[in-house]
């Protein structure tokens, strides 16, 4: 837990706001593989974040929440406002050690979609 003060970048009469949270998927670089990409271990994160709204902004909108479910790969993440709280909330988990070369574009696909989630900033006015 910690507490950062000035997450907010003023743009015009807007506030926007990032998550500040990074997903290292360098493993992805490649769009096309000629073997399996092969991990040392399965893995996974989970993030909490709060924003306490104690000014009053409005949210111009919150992300639709996202859920993607293979084989491979399992990701859930939601935006809510609770009182003058906005929360976020994500899980990230690699459930197996190999992605096949067969499967590996929809799955380079899916980590793309996820990180283009997160990189979705809130705005507020």
Same mark, same amino acid.
């Given at each position: 837990?910690?507490?950062?003060?000035?997450?907010?970048?003023?743009?015009?009469?807007?506030?926007?706001?990032?998550?500040?949270?990074?997903?290292?998927?360098?493993?992805?670089?490649?769009? $096309?593989?000629?073997?399996?990409?092969?991990?040392?271990?399965?893995?996974?994160?989970?993030?909490?974040?709060?924003? $306490?709204?104690?000014?009053?902004?409005?949210?111009?909108?919150?992300? $639709?929440?996202?859920?993607?479910?293979?084989?491979?790969?399992?990701?859930?993440?939601?935006?809510?406002?609770?009182?003058?709280?906005?929360?976020?909330?994500?899980? #990230?988990?690699?459930?197996?050690?190999?992605?096949?070369?067969?499967? #590996?574009?929809?799955?380079?696909?899916?980590?793309? $979609?996820?990180?283009?989630?997160?990189?979705?900033?809130?705005?507020?006015?």
């Amino acid at each position: 837990n910690f507490v950062a003060s000035n997450i907010f970048k003023n743009v015009n009469l807007y506030k926007i706001f990032k998550l500040p949270i990074y997903y290292n998927f360098n493993f992805i670089s490649l769009k $096309e593989r000629k073997t399996p990409l092969d991990f040392k271990t399965n893995y996974g994160e989970k993030h909490r974040i709060v924003i $306490e709204n104690n000014q009053g902004l409005k949210i111009k909108s919150l992300p $639709e929440p996202l859920k993607i479910e293979t084989p491979y790969l399992t990701y859930k993440a939601q935006w809510r406002v609770e009182k003058d709280k906005i929360i976020f909330e994500d899980i #990230y988990m690699i459930k197996v050690r190999k992605i096949p070369v067969k499967d #590996y574009k929809d799955f380079r696909k899916n980590l793309i $979609e996820i990180s283009n989630y997160i990189k979705k900033p809130l705005i507020f006015f």
